[in-house]
């Protein structure tokens, strides 16, 4: 629980300044946020004043259309990001458990070696890889497919699952799976049915942060796909929003519409989220 | 003999992982190596492309670009580093130890820009440092015009200006990292020492930071590999401009690969990347022996 009592509840000086502290990095970070979204409220030719002068509550829809327009459909790039980032988050849980389990509980010959060696990967730019996989993707007919982002997505994202799901893996008690395997159970079985039931929470970590991780992604997007009706919304939105020349009310409703969903469910599962993402960074 | 009782079973669990890291890791890396020993466009035929060995690094000690895109990167790298700890502790050190109504919504907030994709982020505040965007008009209003000017757009503000928004999206997340390493810190602790009259500044240096020496560290090392890394906020930002004045190695290398105005040598890119992963992997290494030390 945020505020301890360790500071008494009298009124300081110190006290006064730590909040005071506090309150202007609020407004630091919602002034922004703010003044963007009023702007998508905005009736055309009204941006050169702080405070709005009257509300247009068309903005978002003539965004929309605007998107359709020019080819950049909003409800398409959601649909690419969505697909991107299930399938990348799906597959890499699958195989970064595995891959754990096997670094974790069955003890084989080059096993720590590999397990760093895929771990180098996690903290490495992922710039450096950019341009072999860019031409490999070409040669390959992976560019320009769901497939072909996908792929790097889970490569990228599997050092990170099988790091936590191997720390997690190597705390629980060998008897649990000893057990297991008395009562005749294969050691898959064993991965299936006892190990992975019981690893909610490291399952979660991984979810949450390559969740946010994947439908975030930029830079390969950009690289890998060509055709305006595969971009995802991060690459849709630079290419569509930050390339040509806009009206400010529509900009700021095209960002909010891409914002917005995240912001909803963020702020219902922020619990969620911080413990996962504070998890996934101290243990990851 | 039994499928489970063989050498190879363990690699059954290992083999998705291991195809995909030669795919997209290890070919990459040793691709990289070769193709920055030549020259060569990455569209012609790479039987076409000739050996010219060190002769795209011996380009890029005299590429003054190089130079300015390195400097660039450890000013973003130091400034990030600075500025998202110092935000990230002081902030979790006033959230955690005073009382304050609604501080769990105080928290989220501060934190919510961290799941923002940086494109999101890089687009309000191009606006924002616009022309006539939101930072002019205050200074206006508040009769500071004189301090007015491109931000994004001279050859000495645009990369502090990208350095502050970086900050202004991560220090939340710092903040949730020292914040957890605060609550691992016994109550008891803390509570000994104010009884033994320790003041507050006192209680923070000797008892707490000393403790937090951990987190710390993991912060610290977070930041730096994230300051290497990058890219999306420069490219939505300024692309690296204007005239490569904001440009960093990452930006660099899209530049030289893949930007219509660059040079389409992909090989003269690839040697800036194996510069990038020279400097990174060192802070890779720190960052893998950290996790194996400290326990949590």
């Known amino acids: 629980m945020p505020g301890k009592k360790f500071f008494s509840n009298k009124f300081t000086f110190g006290k006064f300044l730590v909040v005071l502290y506090l309150i202007c990095f609020l407004v630091l970070i919602i002034l922004p946020l703010l003044w963007m979204f009023s702007l998508s409220f905005r009736a055309p030719g009204t941006m050169n004043t702080i405070i709005p002068n009257g509300l247009q509550f068309d903005n978002y829809q003539r965004a929309i259309k605007l998107a359709d327009e020019r080819d950049y459909p909003i409800s398409q790039m959601y649909k690419n990001s969505i697909i991107t980032t299930f399938f990348s988050v799906g597959i890499t849980l699958i195989i970064s458990s595995l891959a754990a389990y096997a670094f974790s509980k069955l003890k084989f010959k080059g096993s720590k070696a590999i397990f760093y060696l895929v771990l180098i990967a996690m903290v490495i730019p992922v710039q450096i890889f950019l341009i072999p996989i860019f031409i490999f993707s070409k040669y390959t007919g992976l560019l320009n497919s769901y497939i072909g982002l996908i792929l790097p997505y889970i490569a990228f994202g599997m050092s990170l699952g099988i790091f936590i799901f191997k720390g997690f893996f190597d705390q629980i008690p060998k008897e649990l799976s000893e057990a297991a395997k008395i009562d005749g159970a294969s050691e898959f079985q064993t991965f299936l049915r006892i190990i992975l039931p019981i690893s909610k929470p490291a399952i979660s970590t991984v979810i949450i942060f390559l969740f946010l991780q994947n439908w975030n992604e930029f830079i390969l997007a950009l690289v890998l796909l060509s055709k305006t009706n595969l971009y995802t919304v991060p690459v849709a939105l630079s290419k569509f929003v930050g390339e040509f020349y806009f009206p400010w009310e529509l900009y700021a409703a095209t960002v909010f519409l891409t914002a917005i969903p995240i912001m909803i469910v963020f702020f219902i599962f922020q619990n969620w989220f911080i413990k996962g993402l504070t998890a996934g960074a101290i243990k990851g | ?296």
Request: some cysteine.
């Open chain 2, 1 to 296: 003999m039994k499928l489970e009782q063989r050498k190879i079973y363990p690699f059954l669990y290992i083999a998705p992982v291991l195809i995909l890291f030669a795919v997209y890791i290890f070919y990459p890396t040793i691709f990289s190596i070769v193709i920055s020993l030549l020259k060569w466009d990455g569209f012609s035929s790479l039987s076409k492309a000739s050996f010219i060995w060190f002769d795209n690094y011996k380009n890029l000690i005299k590429d003054d670009v190089f130079w300015l895109a390195l400097k660039n990167t450890f000013i973003f790298v130091g400034g990030c580093l600075v500025f998202q700890n110092l935000f990230g502790l002081t902030l979790a050190l006033t959230l955690f130890y005073v009382k304050i109504r609604g501080g769990k919504v105080w928290r989220a907030i501060i934190f919510f820009p961290a799941i923002l994709s940086s494109v999101i982020v890089g687009l309000i505040w191009k606006l924002i440092l616009s022309n006539t965007g939101f930072l002019n008009q205050t200074l206006s209003a508040i009769g500071l015009s004189s301090l007015n000017r491109v931000w994004l757009g001279n050859q000495l503000t645009p990369i502090f200006c990208i350095i502050f928004v970086n900050v202004w999206q991560w220090s939340g997340y710092n903040m949730v990292i020292y914040y957890a390493g605060l609550q691992s810190i016994p109550d008891d602790l803390i509570e000994a020492a104010k009884l033994d009259g320790a003041s507050w500044p006192k209680l923070i240096l000797k008892i707490i930071m000393p403790l937090l020496g951990g987190v710390a560290s993991i912060a610290m090392v977070l930041n730096i590999i994230g300051g290497f890394k990058v890219f999306d906020l420069v490219y939505v930002l300024t692309r690296g401009g204007p005239a490569h004045f904001s440009e960093v190695l990452t930006t660099y290398i899209f530049f030289h690969a893949f930007d219509v105005n660059g040079s389409n040598l992909l090989s003269y890119a690839s040697a800036i990347a194996i510069v990038l992963t020279i400097i990174s992997f060192v802070f890779a290494v720190i960052r893998i022996r950290m996790t194996r030390t400290v326990e949590y």
